[in-house]
């Protein structure tokens, strides 16, 4: 008796902590529930055509920098020979994964040039004014004040006159845009190449400095690596000399290094880049690096937004549906097997509590596919139920207690329910190797069920089935036959 109401016990708890996980970590929705962005990249290749090994390892790096963007689901598809769709649950701007995605990830180091600090030091103090009136721009345009404009634009113009360049961008934004890549190039062009590049790095991360708001992304290098960042240092330490980190043509960093490195340089193997980033700027650095370079540059082409309007009638219907079938099967089982059937019910709403659970825990993203995955393992559960019911009449017509009766149709139907819940199981592990996403999301969603449905099946219907027994009237023969059979 004390083991019975332990079991009951641990299945209330583990409802309540379903319940609180539900509150705590909703659910993730893919694509075509919550909307999202579809981009169309284009990759560019100057002679010939692009090879199926050069559009695969176009394809590699795209995902790597997808997957540690954290964006659940995502699609990544090719289109002919030279193109890839990608879809990105939940992302409304594609701008936002643009930045990413679309640059090359070209990192290297350089050495500065001999004779050229005065020209660097006032290219960096003309790259720190444009910054802050990009920054001025954005505040202007938000508040719509013409007279900030004029001034950023009058500054504009100074600093085009002391570079001594004209942009040709027609815009205000543009021409800042165009002026500080003409910085960046010209900051690039006063360093000199070095045989350390992004192919010697093996991690990236990132973390806010200490001393202030800033963040800073951390790199890790191979042995090799390590040993040319250490000679490199070595090279320039205590001098006038800095140190450039360029990504893609455009210095992010350039530092000095100390004195007491002349003899051994920077050891260690890792190397920090701090400038002046945002925690997003970090992010998307580090996104980039560890991404890997791409092959062949990319453009993308179109970029098309999926609202979420269309995502919330998909998740309408599919409720509607799933409720649909809940309350006809509900009504079924408890018209048909009485007292049994209501335990199926109560099974299948602990059951649902557990699966949605398990789903945000993962987390699982739910798509429409996942959905019907859901749905099917539902009518997997109910199917085991089933079978344990028509064992426990057959032992209340052989003229069993119906204690015994309970206990030898769970035991009877046990082998039989774990023989086609594993049947399942393996074709669920086959499409999630071999499909894709939306496939494996579907194979994903009815493998968690179908373990589910085991524990419930077999283990919370007996268990409640149990405790409406430990009342005597509920223990009637006749609640657990057919009506038109009150005969025992």
Same mark, same amino acid.
């Given at each position: 008796?004390?083991?019975?109401?332990?079991?009951?016990?641990?299945? %209330?708890?583990?409802? &309540?902590?379903?319940?609180?996980?539900?509150?705590?970590?909703? /659910?993730?929705?893919?694509?075509?529930?919550?909307?999202? @962005?579809?981009?169309?990249?284009?990759?560019?290749?100057?002679?010939?055509?692009?090879?199926?090994?050069? $559009?695969?390892?176009?394809? @590699?790096?795209?995902?790597?920098?997808?997957?540690?963007?954290?964006?659940?689901?995502?699609?990544?598809? !090719?289109?002919?020979?030279?193109?890839?769709?990608?879809?990105?649950?939940?992302?409304?701007?594609?701008?936002?994964?643009?930045?990413?995605?679309?640059? !090359?990830?070209?990192?290297?180091?350089?050495?500065?040039?001999?004779?050229?600090?005065?020209?660097?030091? =006032?290219?960096?103090?003309?790259?720190?004014?444009?910054?802050?009136?990009?920054?001025?721009?954005?505040?202007?345009?938000?508040?719509?004040?013409?007279?900030?404009?004029?001034?950023?634009?009058?500054?504009?113009?100074?600093?085009?006159?002391?570079?001594?360049?004209?942009? &040709?961008?027609?815009?205000?934004?543009?021409?800042?845009?165009? +002026?500080?890549?003409?910085?960046?190039?010209?900051?690039?062009?006063?360093?000199?190449?070095?045989?350390? @590049?992004?192919?010697? /790095?093996?991690?990236?991360?990132?973390?806010?400095?200490?001393?202030?708001?800033?963040?800073?992304?951390?790199?890790?290098?191979?042995?090799?690596?390590?040993?040319?960042?250490?000679?490199?240092?070595?090279?320039?330490?205590?001098?006038?000399? $800095?140190?450039?980190? %360029?990504?893609?043509?455009?210095?992010?960093?350039?530092?000095?290094?100390?004195?007491?490195?002349?003899?051994?340089?920077?050891?260690?193997?890792?190397?920090?880049?701090?400038?002046?980033?945002?925690?997003?700027?970090?992010?998307?650095?580090?996104?980039?690096?560890?991404?890997?370079?791409?092959?062949?540059?990319?453009?993308?082409?179109?970029?098309?937004?999926?609202?979420?309007?269309?995502?919330?009638?998909?998740?309408?219907?599919?409720?509607?549906?799933? +409720?649909?079938?809940?309350?006809?099967?509900?009504?079924?089982?408890?018209?048909?097997?009485?007292?049994?059937?209501?335990?199926?019910?109560?099974?299948?709403?602990?059951?649902?509590?557990?699966?949605?659970?398990?789903?945000?825990?993962?987390?699982? !993203?739910?798509?429409?596919?996942?959905?019907?995955?859901?749905?099917?393992?539902?009518?997997?559960?109910?199917?085991?139920?089933?079978?344990?019911?028509?064992?426990?009449?057959?032992?209340?017509?052989?003229?069993?207690?119906? !204690?015994?009766?309970?206990?030898?149709?769970?035991?009877?139907?046990?082998?039989?329910?774990?023989?086609?819940?594993?049947? &399942?199981?393996?074709?669920?592990?086959?499409?999630?190797?071999?499909?894709?996403?939306?496939?494996?999301?579907?194979?994903?969603?009815?493998?968690?069920?179908?373990?589910?449905?085991?524990?419930?099946?077999?283990?919370?219907?007996?268990? %409640?089935?149990?405790?409406?027994? =430990?009342?005597?009237?509920?223990?009637?023969?006749?609640?657990?036959?057919?009506?038109?059979?009150?005969?025992?």
């Amino acid at each position: 008796m004390k083991r019975r109401q332990g079991w009951l016990f641990f299945i %209330i708890f583990l409802l &309540t902590l379903s319940v609180y996980l539900l509150i705590n970590y909703p /659910l993730q929705l893919g694509l075509d529930l919550q909307g999202g @962005s579809q981009l169309t990249l284009q990759i560019i290749k100057e002679e010939g055509k692009v090879t199926r090994d050069e $559009l695969e390892a176009v394809n @590699s790096v795209i995902d790597k920098r997808v997957n540690n963007l954290g964006v659940s689901e995502s699609n990544l598809q !090719t289109l002919g020979g030279d193109q890839l769709i990608l879809e990105l649950p939940g992302e409304q701007n594609p701008l936002v994964a643009s930045r990413v995605l679309g640059k !090359t990830a070209l990192l290297e180091f350089r050495t500065q040039k001999e004779g050229t600090s005065t020209d660097l030091k =006032t290219l960096q103090l003309q790259r720190l004014t444009i910054k802050e009136l990009i920054e001025q721009y954005s505040f202007a345009e938000k508040s719509q004040n013409d007279n900030n404009l004029k001034v950023i634009q009058e500054d504009l113009n100074d600093i085009e006159q002391e570079l001594n360049y004209s942009s &040709t961008s027609k815009d205000l934004y543009g021409k800042l845009i165009e +002026i500080k890549k003409y910085v960046d190039n010209e900051i690039t062009n006063l360093f000199i190449k070095t045989d350390l @590049s992004g192919k010697d /790095l093996i991690n990236a991360g990132r973390r806010q400095e200490q001393t202030n708001s800033n963040w800073e992304v951390l790199l890790t290098f191979s042995n090799s690596g390590g040993e040319k960042f250490a000679e490199i240092t070595k090279s320039i330490a205590g001098t006038n000399q $800095l140190l450039a980190i %360029i990504l893609d043509g455009e210095s992010i960093s350039e530092a000095s290094v100390g004195n007491q490195f002349a003899s051994t340089g920077i050891t260690g193997g890792s190397a920090t880049i701090s400038g002046n980033f945002s925690a997003e700027n970090a992010r998307e650095l580090e996104v980039q690096l560890k991404g890997g370079s791409l092959p062949l540059p990319i453009e993308i082409v179109e970029t098309n937004t999926i609202g979420a309007l269309l995502g919330s009638k998909n998740i309408l219907k599919s409720l509607y549906a799933a +409720i649909s079938g809940l309350i006809f099967v509900g009504i079924f089982m408890i018209f048909n097997y009485r007292i049994l059937g209501f335990v199926s019910v109560l099974s299948l709403v602990i059951y649902g509590f557990f699966n949605l659970a398990i789903y945000s825990l993962i987390p699982v !993203t739910l798509t429409l596919p996942g959905i019907s995955g859901l749905i099917l393992s539902i009518g997997m559960a109910v199917d085991a139920n089933i079978l344990i019911f028509e064992r426990i009449r057959e032992e209340l017509y052989d003229g069993n207690t119906l !204690t015994r009766s309970i206990d030898s149709g769970f035991q009877r139907a046990n082998s039989s329910i774990v023989d086609g819940h594993i049947t &399942t199981l393996l074709s669920c592990f086959v499409l999630f190797l071999l499909g894709t996403n939306f496939v494996k999301g579907f194979a994903a969603t009815l493998g968690i069920g179908v373990l589910i449905s085991l524990f419930t099946s077999l283990n919370c219907s007996k268990n %409640i089935l149990r405790f409406f027994t =430990t009342y005597q009237s509920l223990r009637q023969k006749n609640l657990y036959l057919p009506r038109n059979n009150f005969s025992n």
